[in-house]
DNA sequence: ACTCCTTTGTCAGGTTCCTTACAAAGCCGA
DNA sequence: TCGGCTTTGTAAGGAACCTGACAAAGGAGT
């Protein structure tokens, strides 16, 4: 068999390292109260403005079903706001409020550190190459 | 801001290829009746047989309550079996059955043959790299 | 012996994510 | 025009994961 040991297989080490980054972003976010799954939602909310919930579920590589659970903990906490009728066929455009903005800013900057820890020990042609790996695994199971 | 773009991040990229590598795992192993988190603590279990479950979570990278959801769904489905009563300590050592050791023979082909096509595109020595670069990763931020 | 610490198991409750299913809206070729 | 096709929203139910909390067992040091 190709790969005997799980722990030299790209999947399993994929899923360590997701793993390990997402529980580290948790830690650190937990006191501005905001979960990864929130914040990765705000980070797609700021990338595409008025967006419909459908679109935000595409850019986080959930359901849609998925993404609805989500935008309900940010509606109630005031961070993002749907509107109540649809511009164009059913979709209703989500923004993020003052509030949501904000506290993206403070998170983001967060996420970008643990980022950079994951990879500090790296030259950074290093980690370049290493986000065009994965770029490339990622278009493989496209 | 180092990363404007959060498709040149390593964390945004690994939860990528994560998600679809997980996706097309899960895809293949429905026929089984197996899921993803399924797998993992066959694959576990057969890497450490009769581990206690505290054991199987730390390898799964899952909490051990995490881990009891999973095993209760393999224990009835047959497939592994937890002893009545701890040997050493509180440990109560789990061990795969006949049926969960073939069906994990099946699904270790599958799985295999998926992380196969995430790397397909990459030459063998930049496959190596690449799990090279993550264990980097797991590293720096264990 | 006794206290402190670590490990393990367990329960409760909540969040995120999934599949399945259906309804509503627009688009497009026949 | 009219029936498919696609996209979007929504609902229900279940699986997997989490935190917090507690009890039980053993080990280490005093």
Redesign the interface.
Known sequence: ???ED?R????Y??????????R??EERLRPLGLSMSQYAVL?ALA?APGAPAAELARRT?VTRQSLRDVLNGLQAAGLASVADHPTAGRAKPVTLTDRGRALLDEA?GI??D?????????APE??Q???A??????????
Chains 1, 2 share one sequence.
């Not at 030299?8 to 999947?11: A, M």
């Not at 643990?114 to 790296?122: E, F, G, K, N, Y």
């Open positions: 068999m190709s790969q799980v030299q297989r790209v999947g080490l994929v899923k360590q390292v997701q793993q390990s980054f997402h580290a972003c980070r990338d590589f983001d996420v970008l643990v980022d950079a820890r994951m990879t500090s020990s790296l290093k980690a190459e290493l986000a790996l994965l770029s490339a695994c990622a278009d493989n199971l496209a």
